[in-house]
């Protein structure tokens, strides 16, 4: 059992190779060259990774608010939007208001001439009387003093 002989321990560590009676010890055999490239790379990824994921909250943080400021906005204009509509409703109130009092204006000015016709019209009936009275006088009168004068005589 020596050198040449594939299943001994020794005979696999002159051959390079690995199985039952030789284990392999990953760490313990590679070359330093090989290790160390692998080692930045596995830091280099790590580094990256965090990179990426600092960016990404980064990111994500600045679509946040512009997503917050989007919504902001859109409030605001909602609330003009409602303010405006609420003062063009307040102002058709007030137009409505006005339009009324403007009409019960005028319509009292047509009150105020027939109330004012209606007085004129009992007026003319007593001015009437009142004219014949005056009238009926004078005649009384007249027949009065013809009644005198026919008994003075």
Request: hydrophobic share 30%.
């Amino acid at each position: 059992m020596g050198k040449g002989d594939k299943k001994t321990r020794r005979g696999k560590i002159i051959a390079g190779s690995f199985g039952v009676s030789r284990k392999r010890n990953k760490g313990k055999y590679k070359k330093p060259a090989v290790a160390e490239a692998e080692e930045k790379t596995k830091a280099e990824a790590k580094i990256e990774d965090k990179v990426k994921e600092k960016v990404d909250v980064k990111v994500e943080e600045k679509a946040k608010a512009k997503a917050e400021a989007k919504v902001e906005e859109k409030a605001e204009e909602k609330t003009k939007v409602e303010e405006k509509a609420e003062a063009k409703a307040e102002d058709k109130a007030k137009a409505k208001a006005e339009d009324k009092a403007k009409e019960k204006v005028e319509e009292k000015p047509e009150a105020k001439e027939k109330v004012k016709a209606a007085p004129e019209a009992s007026e003319e009936p007593a001015k009437k009387h009142d004219a014949k009275k005056a009238a009926a006088k004078p005649k009384a009168k007249k027949e009065e003093e013809a009644e005198e004068t026919p008994e003075a005589e």
